[in-house]
């Protein structure tokens, strides 16, 4: 498998399109494998010249698991929250941002169009605030920046996000079944995906990696970092935000409040877009993402 030591930690990445070509750097959200990021997709962004490198976040897919940090204890983290303490996570989107910076360390790639989605949104602002000199343009996609009076998802898919779906060891089909509704609730209502299409990928994650106690250590860097605007209006590099003006876990808030935050951002709304990326919308985005990197003017090769 190719993984690599970035961070300290092992890393699992793959490496598409032209060796010498400016760099993409995908980054997924939260408990969401680099799968996730369809290879026709990725095809349109090497179609263009681009190097592009996916990989999975720690605690996700086939990269680093902490078990030895045991799952997040959210309560806690809420009630220190509410006290008005410092919550004690297990490790914060910095350090998930880190893991980005490591893995270009790692392949000897000086500078890159960092493209986020989601928590990977956050990582990808992270890495701009924080690594500018590593980044050529930012790309946002469906995030936020903990701005505490953005609106919070929508009942129903706070109740997806926060439930516990059946263990598919026990009963693969009710886990599938759990899994169909719930990207029903957050998926894109103007580009529904195909049920069978649908459920292949679901299946596919189960097999590739099962491992939900990572996803509850990654909702608590998201939770422990808090309101992060104000390392996001240090950020320097040409930045898109590309938001669903009906996405259900990420308001659109959240999109307009990254682009408001980051100096000079452009932001983008997509209508019947919701908390995915359906085969309907993989173009669009694309060349939203080929609109960043003319931005940047130089190369990362």
């Known amino acids: 498998m190719p993984t690599i030591t970035a961070n300290g930690i092992a890393l699992y990445y793959e490496d598409h399109g032209p060796a010498d070509g400016d760099v993409i750097l995908l980054i997924m959200g939260l408990g969401a494998q680099m799968t996730r990021w369809p290879v026709g997709f990725i095809e349109l962004l090497t179609a263009n010249g681009?190097?592009?490198?996916?990989?999975?976040?720690?605690?996700?897919?086939?990269?680093?698991?902490?078990?030895?940090?045991?799952?997040?204890?959210?309560?806690?983290l809420y009630a220190s929250l509410m006290k008005g303490e410092k919550p004690n996570a297990p490790y914060l989107v910095s350090d998930m941002a880190a893991d980005a910076v490591g893995l270009l360390d790692a392949l000897g790639i000086k500078r890159a169009h960092v493209v986020g989605a989601s928590m990977g949104g956050m990582?990808?602002?992270?890495?701009?605030?924080?690594?500018?000199?590593?980044?050529?343009?930012?790309t946002s996609i469906m995030s936020?920046?903990?701005?505490?009076?953005?609106?919070?998802?929508?009942?129903e898919a706070s109740k997806r996000l926060t439930g516990v779906a059946p263990d598919p060891k026990a009963d693969l089909e009710a886990f599938l079944d759990y899994g169909m509704a719930s990207a029903k609730v957050i998926g894109s209502p103007g580009y529904p995906v195909a049920d069978v299409e649908q459920r292949a990928q679901l299946l596919a994650d189960y097999q590739r990696a099962f491992y939900p106690v990572g996803v509850s250590r990654q909702m608590a860097a998201i939770?422990?970092?808090?309101?992060?605007?104000?390392?996001?209006?240090?950020?320097?590099?040409?930045?898109?935000?590309?938001?669903?003006?009906?996405?259900?876990?990420?308001?659109?808030?959240?999109?307009?409040?990254?682009?408001?935050?980051?100096?000079?951002?452009?932001?983008?709304?997509?209508?019947?877009?919701?908390?995915?990326?359906?085969?309907?919308?993989?173009?669009s985005v694309a060349d939203l993402i080929e609109r960043a990197t003319q931005k940047a003017g130089v190369g990362a090769a």
């Open 50 to 76: 681009h190097r592009v490198v996916a990989y999975d976040n720690r605690d996700c897919g086939l990269s680093h698991r902490f078990d030895d940090l045991g799952p997040a204890d959210m309560p806690g």
């Open 123 to 138: 990582i990808a602002q992270m890495v701009a605030a924080e690594h500018p000199q590593r980044v050529l343009t930012l």
């Open 144 to 155: 936020t920046t903990g701005n505490p009076a953005v609106p919070p998802a929508t009942a």
């Open 223 to 283: 939770v422990a970092s808090g309101d992060r605007r104000k390392a996001l209006a240090t950020i320097t590099a040409p930045t898109v935000v590309i938001h669903g003006a009906d996405d259900p876990l990420v308001q659109v808030q959240g999109g307009e409040d990254t682009a408001a935050t980051i100096p000079g951002a452009e932001l983008h709304i997509i209508p019947g877009m919701g908390h995915n990326l359906p085969r309907g919308l993989w173009k």
